[in-house]
T-cell receptor, first 113, second 115 residues
Framework: QKEVEQNSGPLSVPEGAIASLNCTYS??????FFWYRQYSGKSPELIMS????GDKEDGRFTAQLNKASQYVSLLIRDSQPSDSATYLC?????????????FGDGTTLTVKP | EAGVAQSPRYKIIEKRQSVAFWCNPI?????LYWYQQILGQGPKLLIQ????????DSQLPKDRFSAERLKGVDSTLKIQPAKLEDSAVYLC?????????????FGSGTQLSVL
């Protein structure tokens, strides 16, 4: 079992729709959760971080965390073609592995005009 | 604020040759990471430095990969000899502190093709 698993995708949504990206993780002591966006041929860029259960909103992005279910998601409202990218979920812990971030393999999102 | 600098941007070598990548982190960032990203996969940590000391190199193939961070600033990652499966993008990242919950700033990466 991979430490961080994401929907393999690709995910395609029409412009203006809500895109939902999901991630599960195996290490119960994980404490910090991140979503990075990676455009084709570019390096990852952090867009959201979440540390406690519940929702965290930032503009059109909402991260949701459920530690009991070991599940984290990213919702993108009013999706735009510029949101087309690969979204990487990353998980880290203060207690293990020197706090390194472990990444999933990403979900590729395409927003169609 | 200048970002993480990496060079070269692209490198093509034949198997069994050696190659080196260079990284200069954001000024003041104590923690430096080297990640390997194979096409279609997420980044995988190879080595993490805190200042000039190694924090985690558990996934570094030490028989062929080596890395150093002299004076706690610039870092070099070397592969010798290269194998076909080393074809990937090598990403350098830095953060101002170590540990969990930190934001990683990535460089533009070096795309390595081993023929």
């Amino acid at each position: 079992q991979k430490e961080v698993e994401q929907n393999s995708g690709p995910l395609s949504v029409p412009e203006g729709a809500i895109a939902s990206l999901n991630c599960t993780y195996s290490d119960r002591v994980s404490q910090s959760f991140f979503w990075y966006r990676q455009y084709s041929g570019k390096s990852p860029e952090l867009i959201m971080s979440i540390y406690s259960n519940g929702d965290k909103e930032d503009g059109r992005f909402t991260a949701q965390l459920n530690k009991a279910s070991q599940y984290v998601s990213l919702l993108i409202r009013d999706s735009q073609p510029s949101d087309s990218a690969t979204y990487l979920c990353a998980v880290s812990s203060y207690n293990t592995n020197a706090g390194k971030s472990t990444f999933g393999d990403g979900t590729t999102l395409t927003v169609k005009p | 604020e200048a970002g993480v600098a990496q060079s070269p941007r692209y490198k093509i070598i034949e198997k069994r040759q050696s190659v080196a990548f260079w990284c200069n982190p954001i000024s003041g960032h104590a923690t430096l990471y080297w990640y390997q990203q194979i096409l279609g996969q997420g980044p995988k940590l190879l080595i993490q430095f805190q200042n000039n000391g190694v924090v985690d190199d558990s996934q570094l193939p030490k028989d062929r990969f080596s890395a150093e961070r002299l004076k706690g600033v610039d870092s070099t990652l070397k592969i010798q000899p290269a194998k076909l499966e080393d074809s990937a993008v090598y990403l350098c990242a830095s953060s101002n502190i170590g540990g969990a919950g930190v934001k990683l700033f990535f460089g533009s990466g070096t795309q390595l093709s081993v023929l």
